[in-house]
Every structure is written in C-alpha cells, then in structure tokens.
C-alpha cells in the first residue's frame, strides 16, 4: 500500500484566490511527521510546512497552512492568495515514528499552475 | 552561502562507466541523504547516514555505494552504469534531535544522462 496518496495530478488555481492540494497518508504508527516541499521548474526542493502527528493545532506558515485531519489521515496543503511564483510541483510526504532518522516517503506530487 | 551542495550539476555519461556525485552541507547537520527522482518526478530515498554511519539503505543495486568521509559530506559512487539509472539525485541533509522530527534541506540536484 502506498504511504502517501496524492490525488490530484494537476491543479489549477487563478492568481490571488486560494487552492488546497490533497494529501492522504497511510500508517499504523502513532508517532509520525507530514511535511509538504514544493518543486518549481528550476528543480530545486523547497521546504515549506511540517505538521507532527501530536500537535493539535493546524501547522501555518505565512500563506501556507495545513488542514490535518488525523482521523481521516489527510493533510492537505492549503496556499491562499495565490501568487504565479506559487507554480510548481508540490510533494507531500510522511516519516513515521517522529525521528529524522526514519524514512521520509513522498507522494506522487500535484502540478499547480497560478493563471493570471 | 549554498546550505548543500552537490556536484555536478549535470552528468552525461556512457552505459558501463563509472561515475561519482559529491554532496556537501554547511549547516552543521548530522544527517544526510541521497534520493533518486525519476522521470515521473517520484522522489525515492536511496541512503541516509547518521554521523557517518549508515543507517537507511534501500533496495538498491550494489552498483551504488555511498561514503560519508565525515558529517558535512555525503558522495555517491555509481558502478557500472544503465540506462535506467538515469535520473536526478538529490542530496539532503537534517540535524538529529532526539524527540524532534526536522525538515531535511535538499541540494540543488544533479541530472545523470546515461547513453
């Protein structure tokens, strides 16, 4: 089974509204973190929000935010007023048992495209 | 000013060659990695060293060995190289805090063409 599940090959989104990207995750361990990067064209990978399966607030970072919701195990990746450079591959992905140590898995990653 | 870098940029090299990509931080970080993302841009982890002990290795040909000469440093040597090796390796690097589960900070990547 997959560890991460991404849904939406593609998105489109215009410039200054909002869009949510999906992300649902599969683990049986009580302790995990789910953090989202994001690849523009250039190639590079960025990271942009870290959400821990403890915290029980919604991780925000600037105009990111993620929607977790644990009992459905999804975390979706929230970008509000949309900005073109916001155009990019975004990957989420999990590591299980809350150590940087573990394996950090990757989704098959979402294509968002910002239209004017 | 780079946090990790890898070198080179790109690779373009002869089915059967033997090649080597080196990966450098300056963050102070403990730990480092090495994925492999393949034209369908699936990131897969490949190795990570712990102060330079190995302690992830996936099923990986053991065409691939990686060495980690101390903390800051993480290269890859690729033996005997195939098509299908082609891809974009990225370099990753994270500092170890027992009850802390930090972001890794990637390189920049390097292509490897195989012909």
């Known amino acids: 089974a997959q560890k991460i599940t991404q849904t939406q090959p593609g998105m489109f989104v215009q410039e200054k509204e909002a869009v949510t990207l999906d992300c649902t995750y599969d683990t049986s361990d009580p302790s995990y973190g789910l953090f989202w990067y994001k690849q523009p064209s250039s190639g590079e990978m960025i990271f942009l929000i870290y959400?821990?399966?403890?915290?029980?607030q919604n991780a925000t970072e600037g105009r990111y935010s993620l929607n977790f919701q644990k009992a459905r195990k999804s975390a979706n990746l929230v970008i509000s007023a949309s900005q073109l450079g916001d155009s990019a591959m975004y990957f989420c992905a999990m590591r299980e048992g809350g150590s940087t140590l573990g394996r950090l898995y990757f989704g098959r990653g979402t294509q968002l495209t910002v239209w004017p | 000013d780079t946090a990790v870098s890898q070198t080179p940029k790109y690779l373009v090299t002869q089915m059967g060659n033997d090649k080597s990509i080196k990966c450098e931080q300056n963050?102070?970080?403990?730990?480092m990695y090495w994925y492999k993302q393949d034209s369908k841009k699936f990131l897969k982890i490949m190795f990570s060293?712990?102060?330079?002990?190995?302690?992830i290795n996936e099923t990986v040909p053991n065409r691939f060995s990686p060495k980690s000469p101390d903390k800051a440093h993480l290269n890859l040597h690729i033996n005997s190289l195939e098509l299908g090796d082609s891809a974009v390796y990225f370099c990753a690097s994270s500092l170890y805090q027992p009850g802390r589960d930090n972001e890794q900070f990637f390189g920049p990547g390097t292509r490897l063409t195989v012909l």
């Open positions: 060293y712990n102060n330079k002990e190995l302690i």
């Open positions: 959400q821990g399966s403890y915290d029980q």
């Open positions: 963050l102070g970080h403990d730990t």
